[in-house]
């Protein structure tokens, strides 16, 4: 059987959900998957952007980031979204993305794929798990197959979100707890496309 194609899709602003999406990247990869790292469109004004240091410094970071297409979502047989926390929402940029799927949907190119989503806010009680609860409302719509982590790993005991891996990073960045976190949920997401993916073929 093929390997499992897995794209990790996300918005950053500063660089944290960044750095979980490259941990999502290895922990697939590990786990034998083709992997597409790719960052959503922004859309914020320049001038908004260049009047915050870290989030014009990211900008230039990863520059060479390819940015999300339609085609990534045909392609892949699983997909983990990476936003910020807005509010208790998913960032408007990679809500934007979203809201561009229509016609995969409507075609029904966008069911029984696997979705599982991660992010990041600057505090304990930032609305990390109602903005995973909302992308998976997507993924409903979608027909898709949501894989959370839960409690299938020690390191979830420690991190503490069975929705998806949620880093509280104030002025920091990530810290391994929560990186690791990132590459065990993405691992169980591979297993789990994986053993639909054979279950299909057979």
Request: proline share 6%.
């Amino acid at each position: 059987m093929r390997p499992v194609n897995v794209a990790v899709i996300y918005y950053s602003t500063s660089g944290n959900v960044h750095a979980l999406a490259e941990a999502a990247v290895e922990g697939a990869r590990k786990a034998g998957a083709q992997v597409r790292l790719r960052k959503v469109a922004e859309t914020a004004p320049p001038e908004v952007i260049d009047a915050h240091p870290a989030w014009a410094r990211h900008q230039r970071e990863t520059a060479e980031v390819t940015e999300a297409g339609h085609g990534d979502l045909e392609w892949a047989d699983a997909v983990l979204f990476g936003t910020p926390t807005r509010f208790g929402n998913p960032a408007a940029q990679l809500r934007q993305f979203i809201d561009t799927t229509g016609p995969l949907w409507f075609a029904g190119k966008l069911a029984d794929k696997v979705y599982s989503s991660f992010t990041a806010a600057n505090s304990a009680h930032g609305g990390q798990e109602s903005t995973l609860l909302a992308l998976g409302n997507t993924f409903y719509h979608w027909g898709g197959v949501i894989v959370p982590p839960g409690y299938t790993d020690p390191i979830q005991f420690r991190s503490g979100n069975p929705y998806g891996t949620s880093a509280v990073v104030g002025d920091a960045r990530p810290g391994e707890v929560s990186l690791e976190a990132a590459r065990h949920q993405a691992r169980r997401v591979v297993e789990v496309a994986a053993a639909l993916k054979a279950g299909r073929a057979a």
